[in-house]
DNA sequence: TCCAAACCTAACGTTGACGTCAACTTTCTG
DNA sequence: CAGAAAGTTGACGTCAACGTTAGGTTTGGA
């Protein structure tokens, strides 16, 4: 039921759309941080919309908060385990005290990974205002260009 | 004359006071990012209260930002070449045209990394907000733990 | 004075995150 | 239906940022 096909992206459109490298994607897939949604019959790969965003969302937090890719898997594993917990409820095979367990489970999770980025933003915030001020001085100099004292 | 000790740092107390090894600091040295103020007679490094605020700022850096170390390099040298004018502006040595040059580059500089920052505290702010939303929901399931929709 | 702890230089090793090449196979396009 | 372009697996290479080891020297405290 449902024969709509899923719109999946090729290598190709994936490394163009996200600046990237095909080698790029084939790793992450060895670290198991994501899996193409189908294969051609010729085995090439083919990614859907979801696994993109995923992919996304790894570089996001590679680059911006410089995540390690072994702790990135750790992040998605408990985002995955959040999106099962909410498959098994549909299906009403949800265990109240296992729910909970694992609603806590990634409650630390998602607390821990806000920390950090609370952190990481009070600290680029103390770095903007350091520069700020250089570049307000350098202004100053470069404007009143007399002879103040430096 | 002015005969003060400056006040100066072992190795030791540099490493346990940055959570870093001796390395590290050796490493950062071998790469022109800071040179050791004084050496013991024996050659031991010693490192006076500029360098150790200059290692911390490096740090800061490297870790919240993501600067690889030879970008910090560059802009290091520009902070330095932004001192030198100011000490030959003492000695009167400052050609006004020298002296606009090198504050413009500088300027040029520091709107540079301010532009990274901000894309940083954008992507941040944006990560933050998608954590935050998450974790809204499952304190929600945590809270009224009863059957409502996933 | 003696000795453990700290430090030195020089060199090689490791880890993460890919880059690159070889030798094919599949897929798209004219 | 050919040929270029894109993709495959497998393996080795690379680069930054240190870690580690070897073989000595210096330093501070009992």
Redesign the interface.
Known sequence: MDGQAPNLWTVEQVVKHLGITPRTLRYYEELGLITPAARTPGGHRLYDEATVAEVAHIL??K????FPLREIQQLLAAERQ?QAL?ES??RQEAH?EAR?RV??Q??DV??D??GR??E??A??????ER??E??AR??Q??RG?GGEQ?
Not at 63 to 66: A, K, P, W, Y
Not at 123 to 128: D, F, H, P, S
Request: no cysteine.
């Open positions: 996001r937090l680059d911006t908060l410089g959040l909410r409820y549909h109240p909970r609603l806590m990634f409650r998602l607390v990974v806000m980025i609370d990481k933003m600290a680029l915030t103390a770095l903007r520069y700020a250089k570049l350098v202004d100099r470069l260009d430096p």
